[in-house]
């Protein structure tokens, strides 16, 4: 049997993407919920346009999401009846501290998630908790520049210690920051930075990214500290870059891609900064300013486990005619013409997720956890289900390619959580027609529908897989 007894199988979502409720119970506003669907929403994800409030033109599809926090309890028995062991959401930060820099929290947004937890342990689920999945409190982003300022740290530190102490001995698997590596490509929903001037957005970025770094080091410390059975992970949007020929000029290429990204693994993971982006930053002159005890801090606080999102690997190439074709992606790949791609273009590659697997437990031999993966796909609702085979398809190979890292390459996998375990609301467009989920939701991209939640073909598909540990993929 390829995966341990123990195996975490599950699935996860984001609190911006499902729960809704954005003004209820004292919450504040963030930056997630400023993001309309269409033209706008590129634009303001990536931080070159300033919307800093709702208007009348553009539709907010985080406001209502898919009302998940006033229907968790539906949602977490259905969850529980597909045998989920484990169950990925992330906390909303405004629900905890509205402004960001209170010093008290809100009692109604701790209560909500404590329930929320109850909820899930009735039913035998483990809560796999995201500290911020995109979030940042919108008052930290107009009064002190969101990330870019080290203030940053001792209010996510102050959020930590709060949940930390207020949910030991429910929530032991925690996760730091969501897809760190995201602030690069969509610095304004990843970190709530601003582009405001071109020539400093690296060296601010780099700033903002070296004030995380040092929050989840914090963040790993005390969650030691106040329970030692506490696990904290760190969480990469991953997928290797392939060379698009053997030329050696297209693999340097491939390496220096996935350095950008391993490089916040590389810190979190191994405790300092590698050789390859100091050197880098001194060239571009994007060195961050580190305090003293930083260094020391990222040094003896490294995560338990590596987590990652994986959905597709990538693909690149050196010659900047072929690269032109990628420009404007919020990460560049080439279409590699080996591979078939979903309705939205992300390319389909069970194996990738193998190799994915091999190179992160060859370069930190530390246990990983894959909490993204699964395919967005237009679901058609016919007699009150989805006929999805295609969505069982996807998760079939790529459990499979699971089995394999773990069987045959030795792999350590401590568990496993699809993405968008129930439609919701897409990251990248805003919509809802991308479902990735086991149970549909009827809601549309214009926020109509009744929110009415109906189980699609994958969702007893998927209860077989878990109820045999992964042994029945049929
Ligand atoms: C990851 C994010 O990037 O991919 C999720 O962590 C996101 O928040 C997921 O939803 C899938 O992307 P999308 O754009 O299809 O929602």
């Not at 997630?32 to 553009?58: Q, S």
């Not at 259905?78 to 809100?106: C, H, Q, V």
């Not at 003293?292 to 999102?309: A, P, W, Y």
């Not at 699809?418 to 214009?446: H, N, P």
Request: aromatic content about 14%.
């Amino acid at each position: 049997m390829a995966f341990r007894k123990d195996f975490l199988w599950g699935g996860a979502t984001a609190a911006n993407q499902c729960e809704g409720g954005y003004n209820e119970g004292g919450r504040g506003l963030a930056n997630v919920d400023l993001a309309p669907t269409g033209p706008d929403r590129f634009p303001l994800i990536t931080g070159v346009k300033k919307m800093f409030n709702f208007d009348e033109e553009n539709f907010y599809p985080a406001q209502e999401a898919i009302d998940m926090y006033h229907r968790y309890k539906e949602d977490i028995a259905l969850f529980g009846e597909m045998g989920f062991k484990t169950y990925r959401l992330s906390i909303a930060w405004s629900r905890i501290f509205p402004m960001g820099d209170e010093t008290e929290p809100n009692e109604e947004g701790l209560k909500f998630y404590e329930d929320l937890f109850k909820e899930c342990h009735k039913y035998g689920i483990e809560p796999l908790v995201t500290i911020t999945h995109f979030d940042c409190p919108m008052h930290l982003v107009e009064e002190y520049g969101a990330w870019r300022s080290r203030k940053l740290v001792g209010f996510y530190e102050n959020l930590c210690r709060v949940i930390f102490n207020r949910y030991k001995g429910l929530v032991k698997y925690w996760l730091t920051f969501n897809e760190i590596n995201m602030i690069l490509h969509l610095p304004f929903m990843g970190a709530g930075l601003l582009i405001e001037d071109k020539e400093t957005a690296l060296k601010d970025k780099y700033q903002a990214i070296h004030h995380e770094l040092v929050a989840s080091a914090l963040a790993t410390k005390i969650a030691h500290e106040i329970d030692p059975d506490n696990k904290v992970g760190c969480m990469l949007a991953a997928g290797n870059t392939y060379p698009y020929t053997c030329n050696p000029d297209d693999v340097w290429k491939s390496i220096q891609i996935d350095r950008e990204g391993y490089f916040f693994i590389d810190v979190q993971a191994r405790g300092y900064y590698p050789r390859y982006a100091l050197k880098q930053m001194e060239r571009e002159g994007t060195m961050p300013i580190m305090e003293d005890g930083d260094q020391e801090l990222l040094k003896d606080n490294t995560v338990d486990f590596i987590s990652f999102s994986y959905y597709s690997s990538r693909c690149t190439s050196a010659d900047p005619d072929m690269n032109k074709q990628t420009e404007g992606n919020v990460f560049a790949t080439l279409k590699n013409p080996y591979l078939k791609a979903s309705e939205w273009g992300w390319q389909i590659d069970p194996l990738g997720l193998r190799i994915t697997l091999n190179s992160i437990y060859d370069r930190y031999q530390k246990p990983l956890f894959i909490v993204e993966n699964g395919l967005g796909a237009k679901d058609e609702l016919i007699d009150n289900t989805v006929e999805d085979d295609y969505r069982i398809d996807y998760l079939r190979q790529h459990i499979q390619a699971m089995s394999d890292a773990i069987e045959i390459d030795g792999v350590e996998l401590w568990g496993y959580t699809t993405w968008g375990c129930i439609d919701l609301v897409s990251a990248s467009t805003g919509e809802m027609s991308k479902r990735y989920g086991f149970i549909y939701v009827d809601r549309d991209d214009q926020g109509n529908g009744t929110n009415k939640r109906y189980k699609k073909k994958s969702f007893d598909w998927y209860k077989k897989v878990i109820a045999s540990n992964g042994e029945d993929l049929d």
